[in-house]
């Protein structure tokens, strides 16, 4: 999940929780101080008709109901009635009162109590010497209609505000993280042939900005770093070059040359192959040095795998004259684009090249099947072999400069063909896969985007 949206999610979630915990106090407060108010109410008029009852004047009795009439009035479903003691067992019964209201109107001469919408109040009234126990009912349909109203008020704007806060939330997030965004956009176009480029530093001077700052100069090292061993690499392998070809092109001559004994052209030939190797070897790394990471060096464009892969095979034929190389064309895409590529010719036969030349060196010159087919983004080129394989805890390391199984003791290497390999293959947004078992054999699967992109 984004953390914008992770953001947003989780600010909605605290605000929710402040919310319903508001709306659930001021609902429990609205209610209970409603309720108060009307307890009170039904008090006062249970008290007026109390002593109404105590009034031992008869002519005067009228005006306590006239007051409460004039100046209360009545309550909705308002009903009075009198108990001569709490052991009034008549009237009890009518009443679904609890014990405890009358163990706590024995207590304190008054008690309440709240029941299916029915407010009920008990009060002890004097008057001289006499008394009378009042238990006084209403329902209060004005506050339950408020309490109901207060309820659906409470809801809706409980479920209005989580839209809202989410869509702040959001809005606040994505606007937060813009700089963010821009920085990985940035970034993502960097790559080793563009490591000249920079993020774009303002002068706010806020945290993001620092982090931009701070990989700038991260790729300013690197770029250093970059150029130094770029350099080296270049140079070593113009170094190495001209001698190699005057070894070969000597190797060449001494071959021509008449009456030569089997061992001295055995020797030339040993010679002329071995040197043919290691130029292959130094012009894969100078191709690799050549590609550079400035972006004027390179020559990406479109191309086709199936010929790079017979350009491969040719490259093999010179270096093991006896290879068993094979191509599989029978899997190639219907259409033609489907084969098309952008990359560095030189590069992807270099790395192809390792990988092929592998194979034919670590299964002894057995049968090597080369296959190329497709899936819905990518060529894919399938080199098998039937040789010595790669031990299972090792495949893994393949790819780490200057690894070699421990299985290779019998043949000649250095551990950076694959390596090598498998950065161009990364450099061409592609990916590469690796099956292997001991004495069966191994299959390198590479993926590389094709241009097509369908109609
Ligand atoms: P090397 O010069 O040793 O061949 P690479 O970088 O080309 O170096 O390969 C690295 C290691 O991967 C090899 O030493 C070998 O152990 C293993 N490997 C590569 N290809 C194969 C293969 N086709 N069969 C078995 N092992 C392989």
Partial sequence: ?????????????????????????????????????????????????????????????????????????????????????????????????????????????????FEKDTTYVGRYITSGKRKVIMISSAVDLYGLAEMDNLKNLLVTGFFISLVFVFTFGKLFSTQIFKPIQRIVRNVKGINARNLHQRLIVDDSGDDIQDLARTFNDMLDRLEVTFEIQNNFVSNASHEFKTPLTVISGEAEIGLSTPGLSDNARQSFENIYRESEKLEHLTSSMLSLAQTGFDGKKEEWGALRVDELILSVKEAADKIIPDNKVSINFENLPEEEQKLVINGNKVLLKAAFSNIVLNSCKYSDNRPVQVSISHDKTYVIVEVADQGIGIPDREIGQIFVPFFRASNTERYKGYGIGLPLAHNIIRMHQGKAEVWSKVGEGTRFKTYLPFCYKGL
Avoid: C, W
């Fill in 1 to 113: 999940m984004k953390i914008q949206n992770k953001i947003a999610i989780i600010f909605t979630v605290l605000s929710a929780s402040i919310i319903l915990a508001l709306s659930v106090f001021v609902y429990i407060f609205g209610s209970e101080s409603i309720a108060a108010s009307f307890f009170h109410r039904l008090e006062v008029r249970s008290d007026i008709i109390g002593h109404a009852v105590l009034e031992e004047n008869e002519s005067r009795k009228p005006i306590y109901y006239d007051i409460k009439e004039r100046h209360l009035g009545d309550l909705p479903f308002e009903k009075h009635r009198i108990l001569l003691s709490l052991n009034d067992a008549g009237v009890k019964k009518k009443l679904p009162l609890p014990q405890v209201f009358y163990d706590e109107l024995a207590r304190t001469k008054e008690a309440r109590y």
